[in-house]
């Protein structure tokens, strides 16, 4: 499924998907895997996950493809964007992310 309104955030230590998102992708609670740690914003706001999913994820376009499994923690409030690609990702799909150019 192509997926749009993405965030890389180079500082969040966690990859996540918003509920909106994660249902619009047909996916299902039974699919969750429980998780138990709390997340923290920079508003240093708790937020407790619904729970965590494992999904391939593939950036990029078809001469230049990279694809790898991503861990992601499904949280329940409202954000303009579906994903916050953060470090995990970023790291396992071997991404280099200028900031500069603001490019991938």
């Given at each position: 499924m192509e997926m749009r309104r993405i965030i890389v955030d180079t500082g969040s230590l966690v990859n996540v998907m918003y509920k909106g998102c994660f249902e619009q992708m047909g996916l299902g609670s039974d699919q969750l895997v429980a998780s138990p740690?709390?997340?923290y914003?920079?508003?240093r706001n708790?937020?407790?996950p619904m729970g965590r999913?494992?999904?391939?994820?593939?950036?990029g376009y078809l001469d230049r493809q990279?694809?790898?499994?991503?861990?992601?923690?499904?949280?329940?409030c409202p954000s303009p964007?579906?994903?916050i690609m953060g470090k995990p990702?970023?790291?396992d799909l071997n991404l280099v992310v200028s900031t500069r150019a603001l490019a991938i």
């Open positions: 740690e709390l997340l914003s920079f508003t708790a937020v407790i999913i494992r999904l391939p994820v593939t950036v990279a694809t790898a499994m991503a861990d992601f923690q499904i949280i329940n964007y579906n994903v990702a970023i790291n």
